[in-house]
């Protein structure tokens, strides 16, 4: 009744960002991401009838952690069980920094969890259940590029993620800058339900993101890494735009942030197609061409000495088990 898996962050192309059920997470908007192949949290996730309560360690350190809590509980439900759950967890990434340690480490402990039961889920089910704790950890179950979608009633079946074809002829590099690896003050789910409560953008920002989605979709098929990345740093700003707009208002973004677009744009000037892209937190990710990523790295280094060049990741693994 143990098992162990690794999943790996992926961090969004098309943002979700909004919830039309904030219990059964379903998005308001369909989204599409990169996973990361530098990032991931490996989890062990272990039930047992003997254990009197669940238990949830990060890092090392013994924590109570409501969304693990909340997330154990939705699992016993969908397994039909009343074992209680030791889970240990290490996350190959910043946590809550914006990098989307809730994407890898949702991704991880359902995959964990599910094995631990002795279940075979397929992929769709694991994305499926991985979105019940968070909804980017919908996408993580699978490597390279993935469309989580929406889906269409309100029971939540048909929303899930799938993988999309990558550009055949591009090779897509993330380069991804810490400005700050600490833990943000209002998390992504906190700050999308305050956007989804009281920005008067949230409206015209789903509206848009379901274009930019269609957009990108079209730019993949066509090779076309000046639409994709127009797109990608469109749909960024447009969801930085809304928070901007909360009551009370928000930005998730610092000088340093700001610092690091401009340097993207000088790159532009000077012939390096790079975009960047920022999610719930002030760290920058540029996407760029393979070919140009030491030169995005070097860009960025003048910035902060954390500058890390990702590449399309691998799929939710087991890596252990009875
Ligand atoms: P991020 O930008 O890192 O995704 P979020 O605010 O979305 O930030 O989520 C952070 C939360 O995700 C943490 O507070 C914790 O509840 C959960 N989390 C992070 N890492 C783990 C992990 N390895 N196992 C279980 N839950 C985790
Ligand atoms: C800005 O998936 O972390 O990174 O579903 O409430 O756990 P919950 O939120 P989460 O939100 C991610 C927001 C984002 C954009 C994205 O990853 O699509
Ligand atoms: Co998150």
Same mark, same amino acid.
């Given at each position: 009744m143990k098992a162990t898996a690794i999943a790996h962050t992926n961090i969004a192309l098309i943002k979700y960002w909004g919830k039309r059920d904030k219990t059964l997470i379903l998005p308001a908007n369909s989204s599409?991401?990169?996973?990361?192949?530098?990032?991931?949290?490996?989890?062990?996730?272990?039930?047992?009838?003997?254990?009197?309560?669940?238990?949830?360690?990060?890092?090392g350190s013994r924590i109570e952690d409501t969304k693990v809590t909340r997330f154990l509980t939705i699992l016993r439900q969908q397994f039909g069980m009343t074992e209680k759950a030791h889970v240990t967890s290490t996350n190959h990434v910043p946590t809550a920094a914006g990098l989307a340690s809730s994407a890898s480490a949702f991704a991880a402990l359902a995959l964990?969890?599910?094995?631990?039961?002795?279940?075979?889920?397929?992929?769709?089910?694991?994305?499926?259940?991985?979105?019940?704790?968070?909804?980017?950890?919908?996408?993580?179950?699978?490597?390279?590029?993935?469309?989580?979608?929406?889906?269409?009633?309100?029971?939540?079946?048909?929303?899930?993620?799938?993988? !999309? !074809?990558?550009?055949?002829e591009l090779d897509l590099a993330m380069v991804v800058a810490v400005v700050d690896a600490g833990p943000k003050?209002?998390?992504?789910?906190?700050?999308?339900?305050?956007t989804v409560e009281t920005s008067p953008y949230f409206e015209a920002w789903t509206a848009t993101a379901e274009k930019d989605l269609l957009t990108i979709q079209d730019a993949f098929k066509a090779n076309d890494f000046k639409i994709i990345g127009e797109t990608v740093e469109r749909n960024a700003l447009s969801m930085h735009a809304t928070t901007m707009a909360a009551t009370p208002p928000f930005s998730y973004l610092k000088p340093a942030s700001f610092a690091i677009m401009e340097t993207v744009h000088a790159l532009r000037e000077n012939g390096i197609e790079a975009y960047f892209t920022m999610d719930a937190g002030p760290n920058v990710k540029v996407l760029c061409?393979?070919?140009?990523?030491?030169? !995005?790295?070097?860009?960025?280094?003048?910035?902060?000495?954390?500058v890390y060049i990702c590449h399309p990741g691998p799929k939710a693994r087991v890596i252990a088990h009875d």
């Open positions: 599409l991401s990169m996973t990361l192949d530098q990032f991931y949290t490996e989890t062990t996730v272990e039930w047992s009838d003997a254990f009197m309560t669940d238990q949830f360690t990060l890092n964990a969890a599910s094995k631990a039961a002795g279940r075979e889920d397929d992929d769709e089910t694991l994305s499926r259940l991985a979105r019940l704790g968070s909804g980017s950890a919908s996408r993580s179950i699978f490597g390279d590029f993935a469309l989580w979608q929406k889906g269409t009633d309100d029971t939540g079946i048909d929303s899930y993620a799938y993988p !999309v !074809v990558a550009p055949t003050k209002i998390d992504s789910r906190l700050g999308m339900q305050s061409l393979t070919k140009d990523e030491q030169q !995005v790295q070097t860009a960025l280094a003048s910035h902060t000495d954390q």
